[in-house]
């Protein structure tokens, strides 16, 4: 009895232990994905903030325009994405409202990607007077997003 009963309690302890880094991951995996999206974001600001410098004249590197372009449409086509459920916790920027209002984050996140999909194509097609434009276009959509669903 006292074997079957040290069995047990050796075999429970051994399931507990293999269970809490399943349960840990989990968590884990949440707090990654905040510290992805954060830095994400971060990338996604200083892509517009370079891009912003060279629309504006300030600086050159044109031959930079389409590659910037090309990433914040990159980012902006999965950032629906980086807010999965059970990542509206711990350090980030993030209203709750992307959660309880899901559907509109969802439609401000695909705008922001059709803009940015329109900043692309007039990075492609080379005329500074357009991109500035598709700029402009980009920028209202991020600012759109940031109000209704960013902390300050």
Same mark, same amino acid.
């Given at each position: 009895?006292? *074997? %079957?009963?040290? %069995? #047990?309690?050796?075999?429970?302890?051994?399931?507990?232990? $293999?269970? $809490?880094?399943?349960?840990? $991951?989990?968590?884990?995996?949440?707090?990654?994905?905040? +510290?992805?999206?954060? %830095?994400?974001? +971060?990338? #996604?600001? /200083?892509?517009?903030?370079?891009?912003? &410098?060279?629309?504006?004249? !300030?600086? /050159?590197?044109?031959? #930079?325009?389409?590659?910037?372009?090309? =990433?914040?449409?990159?980012?902006?086509? +999965?950032?629906?994405?980086?807010?999965?459920?059970?990542?509206?916790?711990?350090?980030?920027? =993030? *209203?709750?409202?992307?959660?309880?209002?899901?559907?509109?984050?969802?439609?401000?996140?695909?705008?922001?990607?059709? &803009?940015?999909?329109?900043?692309? $194509?007039?990075?492609?097609?080379?005329?500074? =007077?357009?991109?500035?434009?598709?700029? !402009?276009?980009?920028? !209202? =959509?991020? *600012?759109?997003?940031?109000?209704?669903?960013?902390?300050?």
């Amino acid at each position: 009895m006292r *074997k %079957n009963l040290l %069995n #047990l309690t050796v075999a429970t302890g051994l399931v507990a232990l $293999a269970m $809490a880094p399943v349960a840990g $991951a989990e968590e884990m995996d949440a707090d990654a994905m905040i +510290k992805y999206r954060t %830095n994400v974001m +971060k990338s #996604l600001s /200083g892509h517009m903030g370079a891009l912003a &410098r060279t629309v504006e004249g !300030k600086v /050159g590197f044109r031959d #930079l325009v389409l590659p910037h372009a090309q =990433a914040i449409a990159a980012i902006s086509h +999965k950032t629906a994405e980086m807010f999965p459920e059970g990542s509206d916790f711990g350090d980030t920027d =993030a *209203k709750a409202d992307i959660w309880s209002r899901r559907a509109e984050f969802d439609q401000a996140a695909a705008t922001a990607a059709e &803009r940015a999909d329109g900043l692309v $194509a007039a990075a492609e097609g080379g005329d500074m =007077a357009a991109i500035g434009t598709a700029f !402009k276009e980009m920028g !209202k =959509a991020c *600012k759109g997003c940031h109000d209704e669903f960013r902390e300050e």
